[in-house]
């Protein structure tokens, strides 16, 4: 670790929803780790930073705008790792990527915003190769279950089949969990983002995150109707994380060579169960999608969502993210392979919480092999980030 930096690790946004839950995993992570963590918390609200300071033994207050890059550039060289849940990402995130990747500071998040990942790589991935700054987006239930789950089932295909699988289909379900302002927020940036027709073409590539995305690439089953998984037993939906997630798998397997083949296929969808009960889910979670869509294209309806959405602080009681779950399983080659799950924890805040905390540690403190870039979370921690989510609770593991 180089010895100038302050702080083993800096969390932006803790005064927000998803934020505040980051920092008290983070608060009790001396335990776990087993050594003292120099930490600290930043942001532009001082007066709400030192409340939360003083509930969380008086950690260090950072105060800095998100949007000023000077600010953001004299926190990232103080820093070993930095960690963000301050979004949407496309309005408050750039100037801390950029601060990151010069500084050669290591950064996650929580994005979901693949545009906004796409610009990041275009603009800071030769950069942060440059300077060995590992920047990792989607490190929350986007996309971590999607990729580093497809990473583990692959490793775990080779050890026993001695080949990895030519295709990958992530079927999530059950899942159980709410929603935050956050999320929403940054839902509703993304519908205003879609009128660029260049971001419509953008998301419409199954690619779309690639180091080149424009080249010939092998054709991907993206799944957009509802149909029957006979592997399974049951019904299959268009799962609504899908376009976020399968351009990081894809990325990922892109960043690592392509060990699983130039022709590898990977999907994500949703199940319910093969039952008459799962039929009437099917359909109505693929008929709510599409009106959703719809609505979201349209000014007023959109506006009318955006009023009975959480707003921002807002987000599910601890007694709703307790009761939350949330299992994906992988079919590897048509046949129910292996399983990643939370059983005890909702997937966007009790599980996020627990995955974007333990991707800052992992960059913060383990001895990681992998180079600097805008990477995926299986390409800059791999195996290491499996065994701390292990640790934490999430399991891993063979059918």
Not at 93 to 98: F, K, N, P
Not at 162 to 189: D, R
Not at 270 to 290: D, K, S, V
């Amino acid at each position: 670790m180089a010895a100038a930096k302050d702080y083993d690790l800096v969390l932006f946004g803790a005064t927000g929803f998803t934020g505040r839950l980051v920092a008290d995993y983070l608060a009790s992570a001396p335990k776990r780790e087993g050594r003292s963590i120099h930490w600290a918390i930043a942001g532009r609200n001082e007066q709400k930073l030192e409340a939360i300071s003083q509930q969380l033994d008086h950690v260090p207050v950072l105060v800095a705008d998100a949007l000023d890059p000077a600010q953001c550039k004299a926190i990232a060289e103080r820093a070993h790792a930095i960690c963000t849940t301050v979004g949407p990402y496309g309005k408050y995130g750039s100037a801390l990527v950029a601060a990151c990747a010069d500084a050669g500071t290591h950064y996650c998040d929580l994005t979901g915003e693949v545009n906004w990942m796409r610009a990041m790589i275009d603009a800071h991935h030769a950069r942060a190769t440059e300077t060995g700054a590992r920047i990792v987006h989607a490190c929350g239930f986007d996309s971590i279950p999607s990729d580093l789950g497809t990473w583990a089932a692959q490793q775990e295909h080779i050890r026993q089949r001695g080949h990895a699988a030519h295709s990958i289909t992530a079927v999530y379900g059950p899942v159980k969990g709410g929603m935050s302002g956050g999320t929403a927020s940054s839902a509703f940036l993304l519908a205003d983002a879609m009128k660029d027709a260049a971001v419509r073409r953008l998301l419409r590539n199954p690619y779309a995150l690639d180091p080149d995305p424009e080249a010939p690439h092998a054709p991907q089953p993206d799944n957009k109707q509802p149909g029957w998984n006979k592997a399974l037993g049951r019904f299959v939906v268009p799962f609504f994380m899908a376009d976020t997630n399968s351009p990081v798998v894809r990325r990922g397997h892109a960043l690592a060579g392509h060990p699983w083949g130039e022709d590898f296929q990977y999907r994500e969808v949703m199940g319910t169960p093969g039952n008459a009960r799962g039929a009437i889910m099917a359909a109505t979670i693929t008929g709510g999608l599409l009106a959703l869509s719809e609505a979201m294209k349209r000014p007023r309806l959109r506006d009318a969502l955006k009023k009975r959405a959480p707003q921002p602080g807002q987000g599910p009681s601890e007694e709703q993210r307790a009761a939350g779950h949330w299992r994906v399983t992988f079919i590897a080659d048509g046949v129910p392979f292996y399983i990643v799950e939370d059983p005890a924890g909702d997937p966007g805040y009790a599980s996020t919480s627990k995955m974007l905390g333990e991707s800052a540690l992992c960059l913060a403190f383990d001895d990681l092999a992998s180079p600097g870039g805008v990477l995926t979370p299986s390409v800059a921690m791999g195996e290491a980030l499996v065994e701390r989510l292990r640790r934490a609770g999430l399991r891993f593991h063979a059918m």
